[in-house]
């Protein structure tokens, strides 16, 4: 079955950039999804079509795509964006599929 | 203001079965796909049933096919998933998160989600 590998964690101080990866073997054909996710919190959707900010997610936030990976970069962190952080796409036959998360932590 | 509420979840014996219901307003419910993704405890997000617009179509995670029944009412705004023959390995929290559909690089389409209920808790155990 298609996976989406995220590194396990993250970390970086207040006010430094950081990027999260998923990478995949389909993402070059198919669009990546970033969702944030607080602690007994819903996901919320931060990036859509590889680089998209959906309406009311920060600036800062904001998504690349090379080849087979996908990264999401926030610029300038807050505390408030400690989370976990989840790429999403799709394998060949539209089925979505979420990488394993990512738990970024602001020191 | 678009709302999602889960409800129906709860302690159910290995085996044993659970219908969720998913509530929604704020919107017009029947013109979008719902999906159902759970998460077990401290674990990452899983897929695990989608449906289109008006019910003709569906599909399931392998992990879940032949035991979950995803379907919606749209007269009553309603998604639901019927759970049989739970195992330990069902316990999660389930959301229902309402799809948006593009066209692929690869040209199908295919889904993310810019709404998500809360969420509701299945706890599968004896």
């Known amino acids: 079955s298609y996976e989406l590998t995220q590194p396990p964690s993250v970390s970086v101080s207040p006010g430094q950039t950081a990027r999260i990866t998923c990478s995949g073997d389909?993402?070059?054909?198919?669009?990546a999804y970033w969702y944030q996710q607080k602690p007994g919190q819903a996901p919320v959707l931060v990036i859509y079509k590889d680089s998209e900010r959906p309406s009311g997610i920060p600036e800062r936030f904001s998504g690349s795509s090379s080849g087979t990976t996908v990264t999401l970069t926030i610029s300038g962190v807050q505390a408030e964006d400690e989370a976990d952080y989840y790429c999403q796409s799709a394998d060949s036959s539209g089925t979505v599929v979420f990488g394993g998360g990512t738990k970024l932590t602001v020191l | 203001e678009v709302q999602l509420v889960e409800s129906g979840g709860g302690l159910v014996q290995p085996g044993g079965s659970l219908r969720l219901s998913c509530a929604a307003s704020?919107?017009?419910?029947?013109?979008?796909?719902m999906h159902w993704v759970r998460q077990a405890p401290g674990k990452g997000l899983v897929w695990v049933s989608r449906i289109n617009s008006d019910g003709s179509s569906t599909s399931y995670a392998d992990s879940v096919k032949g035991r979950f029944t995803i379907s919606r009412d749209n007269a009553k705004n309603t998604l639901y998933l019927q759970m049989n023959s739970l195992r330990a390995e069902d316990t999660a929290v389930y959301y229902c998160a309402r799809a948006l559909s593009i066209i692929a690089v690869a040209g199908h389409e295919e889904d993310y989600f810019d709404y998500w209920g809360q969420g509701t808790l299945v706890t599968v155990s004896s």
């Open positions: 704020g919107f017009t419910f029947s013109s979008y796909w």
């Open positions: 389909a993402l070059p054909k198919q669009y």
